[in-house]
Every structure is written in structure tokens, then in C-alpha cells.
């Protein structure tokens, strides 16, 4: 059973914050990962992708992957009430098949 | 660019009674996808497609659920009988292909509740 773990929380960041949200995989052939980010009510909606170790940036939004610990983050820089939502990890299997983890809920309080 | 379609947005029914789904995807895409996502946990693909041709249902529950894709476009998931626990959102997604690199895109979802 391919595995995709991430602490549901809730997350509780002031607005301005750096917010922290990680996730482990436990099939090791895995190549592609993503974060989605889900309002309440609202389907998945696609912001970052990584496919190779390390750092990747755009705007306000880093994802940081690490294949031999099995890990992958996302970093949220000046968090806004806005960006308050699950963010959903997902892995992409054979075929882009995506296997999501649990999700974790992000508030940034004002 | 239009999104991918589905409907009904909701769906309230009696446990062993039948429902289906419609999902319309993008245009020009040739893999749909559908998951199910229980409240509080991340979506689970059921099924998908490729043009019409299945190419993954290991997680469907092919007892009650069957899907179809008739002429690569359009799909229908159906649950029949459904059980108080198939009560869920079903989100239809579509991507260009089955590469990795080809973002996949959902519709706004199908909440099914049964009672």
C-alpha cells in the first residue's frame, strides 16, 4: 500500500509567517510531487510541483524535496489570511496516478 | 478555456438506491480521472481513463461502482446499490496525457450524501 502522510493539524500561523507543511512517502520509486491547495467546499487546485532534490520557488511559495529521507515540504513566506486552507500532498505514481495524503489545515490568523 | 464540467452538484439519496454522475472534461484532454473524497481525508482515485480505454480501477469497488467513457470525452460514474459510507464528493479531473508533467485539472465535484 503506497503511503502519503502529512499531520492534519490545524496550523496556526500569524499573517506575515513563514508556514511549514510536510509530508512523507513511502514508495520509493516515486518521481513526482505536488501540493494542492483546497478551500473548504472547493476542488484541489494545483500550486507547486517538484520532481528533483531540492528547492523550488515561485512567489511566496518554496517546495523542498528530499528523496533518500522520503520527504517533501512546502514553505509559505508572508502567509495572508488568504492562503488559510487544507494543502494536500500528492504523489504521482505510474501512469500520473496521484496518491494524496490526508492533508494538513493551514489558518493564518490577522 | 472552459474547465471540466460535472453535474449534479449534489445529490441527496436512500442507501441501496442508485446514483449517477456526469463529468465533462477539458478540451482535448485524453485522460479523465475520477476520485472520491470522504470528509476530512485527501482524494482517492477510483478510476482512469485513457481515451476510452480504463487503464487503472484497482480501487474502484466494482460490485457498486462501474464507470464509462463513451467516445473519449465524457464519462458517468454510477453507485449501485450505495451504502451510507459512499456518501463523499466525486471529483472528475482531466490532463492532456498520462505524462507526469501534464497538471491535472478537477471539477468542482458531485457531494453525494446518503442517508
Known amino acids: 500500500q503506497k503511503e502519503v502522510e502529512q499531520n492534519s493539524g490545524p496550523l496556526s500561523v500569524p499573517e506575515g509567517a513563514i508556514a511549514s507543511l510536510n509530508c512523507t512517502y513511502s514508495d520509493r520509486g516515486s518521481q513526482s510531487f505536488f501540493w494542492y491547495r483546497q478551500y473548504s467546499g472547493k476542488s484541489p487546485e494545483l500550486i507547486m510541483s517538484?520532481?528533483?532534490?531540492g528547492d523550488k520557488e515561485d512567489g511566496r511559495f518554496t517546495a523542498q524535496l528530499n528523496k533518500a529521507s522520503q520527504y517533501v515540504s512546502l514553505l509559505i513566506r508572508d502567509s495572508q489570511p488568504s492562503d488559510s486552507a487544507t494543502y494536500l500532498c500528492a504523489v504521482n505514481n505510474a501512469g500520473n496516478m496521484l496518491t494524496f495524503g490526508g492533508g494538513t489545515r493551514l489558518m493564518v490568523k490577522p | 478555456e472552459a474547465g471540466v464540467a460535472q453535474s449534479p452538484r449534489y445529490k441527496i439519496i436512500e442507501k441501496r438506491q442508485s446514483v449517477a454522475f456526469w463529468c465533462n472534461p477539458i478540451?482535448?484532454?485524453?485522460?479523465l480521472y475520477w476520485y472520491q473524497q470522504i470528509l476530512g481525508q485527501g482524494p482517492k482515485l477510483l478510476i482512469q481513463?485513457?481515451?476510452?480505454?480504463?487503464?487503472?480501477d484497482s480501487q474502484l469497488p466494482k460490485d457498486r461502482f462501474s464507470a464509462e467513457r463513451l467516445k473519449g470525452v465524457d464519462s458517468t460514474l454510477k453507485i449501485q446499490p450505495a451504502k451510507l459510507e459512499d456518501s463523499a464528493v466525486y471529483l472528475c479531473a482531466s490532463s492532456f496525457t498520462r505524462l507526469a508533467s501534464h497538471e491535472q485539472f478537477f471539477g468542482p465535484g458531485t457531494r453525494l450524501t446518503v442517508l
Open positions: 481513463f485513457q481515451n476510452n480505454g480504463v487503464v487503472d
Open positions: 478540451s482535448g484532454h485524453a485522460t
Open positions: 517538484i520532481y528533483s532534490n
